[in-house]
């Protein structure tokens, strides 16, 4: 299908491999692991001739974006150090397995790869949330690990690997008794996509959620530093990287450890951003974002910031949040929403439901299904419950299995009944091009909104920002045409920005800026300016047929 957000079926399902790269060797010293962060068991020791940094790595990732960033650093690390980082898994020496421990599906991927890898006789390392919130699983006993923390150490645990040992490296990065963000930012990197860069800003979170893992595998709270994040995004910059995303298991908590906000980070990174580049902002959670609702409409105006915010629900019923501990109500959600919606004109607003919770009963359920209905979210990712171990809700008592997927199925079929991108039809918009479509016939494109818009595969589009024609729409898709200079001329000069004139030739939006008016002149007056410019487009479109 094409669409969903960059063409992902789920943003915490996402499955990459990272490819090959040029790379310098550089020498290093060896590092010795330290007691305390290490268990080290002795396997039938390989001969003397393995020379470390000259074997071949395929690394597989789970989950969300912050993962893809630690799978980056680790490749650009053994990469520098001399190893061949592959896509191709059966010619690899060595698998190294970024876990996910979200859901159940995801860490079934895990086991099903570590099975794969035993059965073909490779190397396995295991890092990522799986093995951080449970090293004792059954399935991993034996093989290496690398904490969520100590991804800048994945040298020393693959080449102790390839010596036949079995090393885990868990532990948090620390300063005096205070939990860093991890991992310096300014480790090498191999990039999955060249023109984006994901710098995380930090990791764990502040929430209790029953129904979560991953608090087990990254923790409490830890930032870093506005400088270092800054940094990050010059160098970035520098490289030829023309988006970056700013991830984290809660970018909403941001600086909360370090005396500092969201968007104290934000106004400083802006200054940075070059023209032609843009910002995508990553999840947040609804509690952390309440108190900075006029910064953020400020931010998420910015000409290059995308307006843009991923904002999980969970659930429509107050019960069920609460039950869930999810610290906010719905009455709460709505209001950032209708907030944000009201400062930041055409904002994207996606949104996560869970289907099944052990306390959801049938009202609670109708509660969800009537937020979905009021909001017509442009990007829902709908998420049938699965227990997690070692979790509260895994202890609850479950609703039978038919009624959840009847639950998961009503609330996927609202959704696919609506489509909020009919109305963009015929829009002229600005779009920066990062990305190959999953049908591999087009080039994505985002527009100011972050929507996905599909252009014809020409080479030379990638990585610039075009002007484009909406030909057509879909559900989770728009498709442009590439609008050339000639015809940029002819669009009203009064318009300096296409995605402006856009906005305002919507019938819609006209419609919502007329109710909002409060005087009855500024009435009659964005009333006759939209008259004359629906009648100068028209004639515009009659000219150029």
Same mark, same amino acid.
């Given at each position: 299908m094409l669409g969903e957000v960059a063409g992902l079926d789920d943003i915490e399902d996402l499955a990459t491999t990272i490819g090959d790269a040029p790379v310098k060797r550089t020498p290093r010293k060896r590092i010795i692991p330290k007691k305390l962060n290490t268990q080290l068991k002795h396997e039938a020791p390989l001969a003397e001739s393995v020379i470390p940094g000259t074997q071949s790595v395929f690394v597989k990732t789970w989950g969300c974006s912050h993962n893809n960033s630690d799978s980056e650093y680790m490749a650009g690390l053994l990469a520098t150090y001399g190893y061949k980082i592959t896509d191709?898994?059966?010619?690899?020496?060595?698998?190294?397995?970024?876990?996910?421990?979200?859901?159940?599906?995801?860490?079934?991927?895990?086991?099903?790869?570590?099975?794969?890898?035993?059965?073909?006789?490779?190397?396995?390392?295991?890092?990522?949330?799986?093995?951080?919130?449970?090293?004792?699983?059954?399935?991993?006993?034996?093989?290496?690990?690398?904490?969520?923390?100590q991804i800048d150490r994945v040298v020393e645990v693959v080449e102790e690997t390839f010596k036949?040992?079995?090393?885990?490296?868990?532990?948090?990065?620390?300063e005096g008794p205070k939990k860093?963000?991890?991992?310096?930012?300014?480790?090498?990197?191999?990039?999955?996509?060249?023109l984006i860069e994901i710098i995380a800003i930090n990791t764990g979170c502040l929430n209790q959620c029953t129904y979560c893992k991953t608090k087990h595998a990254r923790g409490e709270l830890g930032s870093y530093p506005i400088e270092e994040i800054v940094q990050r995004g010059v160098q970035s910059f520098a490289e030829g990287v023309r988006e970056i995303w700013m991830t984290s298991e809660d970018t909403g908590a941001y600086g909360r450890d370090i005396g500092v906000s969201l968007p104290d980070l934000l106004y400083e990174f802006v200054k940075i951003i070059p023209e032609g580049c843009m910002l995508r902002l990553g999840m947040t959670n609804p509690p952390y974002i309440l108190e900075h609702l006029e910064d953020m409409a400020i931010i998420l105006n910015h000409p290059r910031v995308y307006s843009f915010l991923h904002l999980p629900v969970q659930a429509g019923s107050d019960q069920v949040l609460e039950d869930m501990k999810r610290e906010y109500t719905s009455a709460e959600f709505c209001h950032v929403v209708d907030f944000l919606r009201s400062k930041v004109p055409g904002v994207t607003i996606a949104t996560d439901v869970i289907c099944g919770f052990p306390t959801e009963t049938e009202e609670d359920f109708e509660e969800t299904l009537r937020l979905i209905d009021k909001y017509r979210f442009p990007s829902l990712f709908i998420n049938q419950f699965f227990p997690r171990p070692g979790t509260p809700a895994a202890r609850m008592k479950k609703i039978p299995a038919d009624q959840v997927k009847l639950r998961t199925k009503k609330a996927s079929e609202l959704f696919q009944s609506q489509f909020p991108y009919t109305a963009k039809l015929r829009e002229v918009q600005q779009i920066l091009v990062t990305e190959v479509a999953t049908d591999k016939k087009h080039y994505?494109?985002?527009?100011?909104?972050?929507?996905?818009?599909?252009?014809?595969?020409?080479?030379?589009y990638l990585g610039q920002s075009l002007t484009?024609?909406?030909?057509?729409?879909?559900?989770?898709?728009?498709?442009?045409?590439?609008?050339?200079?000639?015809?940029? $001329?002819? !669009?009203?000069?009064?318009?300096?920005?296409? @995605?402006? =004139? #856009?906005?305002?030739?919507?019938?819609?939006?006209?419609? $919502?800026? !007329?109710?909002?008016?409060?005087?009855?002149? @500024?009435? =009659? #007056?964005v009333l006759l300016v939209g008259v004359l410019f629906q009648i100068l487009y028209i004639a515009y479109r009659n000219n150029n047929r």
């Open positions: 191709d898994a059966m010619a690899a020496d060595l698998w190294l397995l970024n876990s996910c421990t979200v859901k159940t599906p995801s860490e079934d991927g895990l086991r099903n790869s570590v099975e794969s890898a035993s059965k073909l006789g490779k190397k396995v390392v295991i890092a990522g949330c799986v093995s951080q919130g449970a090293p004792s699983t059954k399935f991993i006993e034996g093989l290496s690990v690398v904490g969520v923390q036949g040992h079995s090393v885990r490296l868990f532990g948090q990065k620390k860093l963000g991890g991992a310096s930012l300014h480790l090498p990197k191999i990039r999955k996509n060249p994505v494109g985002h527009n100011k909104f972050y929507d996905q818009v599909l252009i014809p595969m020409k080479e030379e484009v024609r909406i030909i057509e729409t879909g559900k989770h898709y728009l498709k442009g045409e590439v609008i050339t200079e000639g015809e940029k $001329q002819a !669009i009203p000069s009064t318009y300096s920005n296409p @995605n402006q =004139l #856009a906005f305002s030739l919507n019938p819609q939006t006209m419609v $919502q800026r !007329i109710k909002k008016s409060t005087n009855i002149w @500024n009435f =009659l #007056a």
